[in-house]
């Protein structure tokens, strides 16, 4: 790659360095990227010693919710192919270092020549699938000489990109390296186009597919049930952030007729002690605190919040609500609309999210509403609460918008694993 290129990811690095003296997070993933190549030599001698069949991608959680709808096709499908799968950010690798619809869970390597090099080496993948947002140039460039088919899938391009600028040649030089690029929609079809980027299909988003697996396999959460049971009004909070909380909290505190049940985007001791204080504490229970009692006999009437303070629950946790806030809307993005959308209630989200198309759809469609302030939230809130037609007829439109887009999985899986595959639908 271009030396500058080069430059800037050894700068990021040493950033990353730096940065760890004051992260655990950065500090894990530090930690981790220093193992992977035993990690994958280990597992390549147990089942893989001619290299993964497929090597998958993902920056975060996020991206591997894009992925997975395609990984789990592969391993229904075809179970003896050996799958690699990659993070970059911690809270992706933390959370599914387990995940056991792959052979090998790692950690990514930097950009650098020599780590990506050794990292081809030690993989040997014969196949790489990269999730939306994923551009390494070294690691691109090192699997173009290598002849290695190299895609990304569920991806969204914009205007503004560095792709698309007068300078942005060396950009450019990556995105030609991918045999092909599976796209969210036309626009950017349109945008590749003009840069002479033409190996393009419009496939959609892979997480409308994933959504509406988990639509069908949602799991039953007792001591939810029995929380929820007489309540009128049940609003779910959705991998919520301390500014969206300042917002909602003072709401829901003057509707006591309303229950919330709330998973924080973080939960450690001192985050739930504090969201229990603002909600008052003697009307607010935990989760762990209820799951393994006599539901029978706790007394959830006087109890009007529930904290989730646990992971993987969340997408089963939007079948009790009547409406969904979404929380990242104050800060980088918000999170995972199309999870609380599926189950037919309508989703309500901060103003950070023009980068996500399907907040401009929602809101299109009538299924998604935002709000940059308390009186906005208060204005919407209160409309749903009062008027059950306006919460029906919301709710209805966010979930036609996730049936009418599904579909992306099939098209890549049968694109890229046709040749033996008898699937042809989820």
């Keep these: 790659?271009?030396?500058?290129?080069?430059?800037?990811?050894?700068?990021?690095?040493?950033?990353?360095?730096?940065?760890?003296?004051?992260?655990?997070?950065?500090?894990?993933?530090?930690?981790?990227?220093?193992?992977?190549?035993?990690?994958?030599?280990?597992?390549?001698?147990?089942?893989?010693?001619?290299?993964?069949?497929v090597w998958f991608h993902a920056a975060s959680l996020g991206e591997f919710e894009q992925a997975r709808p395609v990984i789990e096709r592969i391993r229904r499908n075809f179970p003896d192919k050996k799958i690699l799968l990659t993070f970059f950010s911690p809270s992706g690798y933390e959370v599914r270092s387990g995940y056991n619809q792959v052979d090998c869970v790692a950690y990514l390597p930097f950009d650098t020549p020599r780590k990506v090099k050794r990292f081809i080496n030690a993989a040997s993948p014969k196949m790489a699938i990269f999730a939306k947002y994923e551009f390494w140039g070294n690691y691109l460039e090192k699997l173009h000489k290598a002849g290695i088919p190299t895609y990304i899938i569920s991806a969204i391009f914009r205007p503004k990109q560095r792709f698309f600028k007068k300078w942005g040649g060396m950009f450019r030089k990556m995105l030609k390296c991918y045999d092909h690029l599976y796209v969210q929609d036309?626009?950017?079809?349109?945008?590749?186009?003009?840069?002479?980027?033409?190996?393009?299909?419009?496939?959609?988003?892979?997480?409308?597919?994933?959504?509406?697996?988990?639509?069908?396999?949602?799991?039953?959460?007792?001591?939810?049930?029995?929380?929820?049971?007489?309540?009128?009004?049940?609003?779910?909070?959705?991998?919520?952030?301390?500014?969206?909380?300042?917002?909602?909290?003072?709401?829901?505190?003057?509707?006591?007729?309303?229950?919330?049940?709330?998973?924080?985007?973080?939960?450690?001791?001192?985050?739930?002690?504090?969201?229990?204080?603002?909600?008052?504490?003697?009307?607010?229970?935990?989760?762990?605190?209820?799951?393994?009692?006599?539901?029978?006999?706790?007394?959830?009437?006087?109890?009007?919040?529930?904290?989730?303070?646990?992971?993987?629950?969340?997408?089963?946790?939007?079948?009790?609500?009547?409406?969904?806030?979404?929380?990242?809307?104050?800060?980088?993005?918000i999170h995972n609309l199309n999870e609380a959308a599926v189950y037919g209630i309508p989703v309500i989200f901060g103003p950070n999210h023009k980068k996500f198309k399907e907040a401009s759809e929602l809101i299109a469609r009538g299924g998604g509403f935002t709000f940059s302030s308390a009186p906005e939230f208060n204005a919407t809130m209160n409309i749903f609460l009062g008027d059950p037609y306006a919460l029906?007829?919301?709710?209805?439109?966010?979930?036609?918008?996730i049936k009418d887009s599904v579909g992306a999985s099939d098209i890549i899986f049968k694109d890229l694993f046709t040749a033996n595959s008898s699937e042809t639908s989820n």
């Design 186 to 333: 036309e626009a950017s079809r349109e945008l590749l186009e003009k840069i002479g980027i033409d190996r393009v299909t419009v496939a959609g988003d892979t997480r409308f597919d994933r959504v509406t697996d988990i639509l069908a396999t949602a799991k039953s959460i007792s001591a939810v049930e029995a929380f929820v049971k007489k309540a009128r009004f049940i609003m779910i909070a959705g991998s919520s952030w301390q500014a969206d909380e300042e917002i909602y909290i003072p709401w829901l505190k003057s509707h006591p007729e309303v229950k919330a049940i709330i998973a924080p985007h973080e939960f450690d001791q001192s985050r739930l002690t504090t969201l229990r204080n603002l909600l008052g504490a003697s009307k607010t229970c935990l989760l762990s605190e209820v799951q393994d009692k006599d539901l029978l006999s706790t007394d959830f009437e006087n109890i009007h919040y529930m904290i989730v303070d646990c992971f993987g629950l969340l997408s089963s946790l939007y079948r009790y609500g009547n409406v969904a806030v979404i929380g990242g809307g104050f800060g980088a993005g």
């Design 1 to 53: 790659m271009n030396p500058l290129y080069n430059l800037g990811i050894h700068l990021f690095s040493a950033g990353a360095r730096i940065a760890s003296r004051r992260s655990p997070k950065i500090k894990k993933m530090l930690a981790g990227q220093k193992q992977t190549l035993d990690v994958i030599k280990e597992r390549r001698a147990e089942i893989a010693p001619e290299g993964f069949d």
């Design 392 to 401: 029906t007829n919301a709710g209805k439109a966010a979930g036609q918008y």
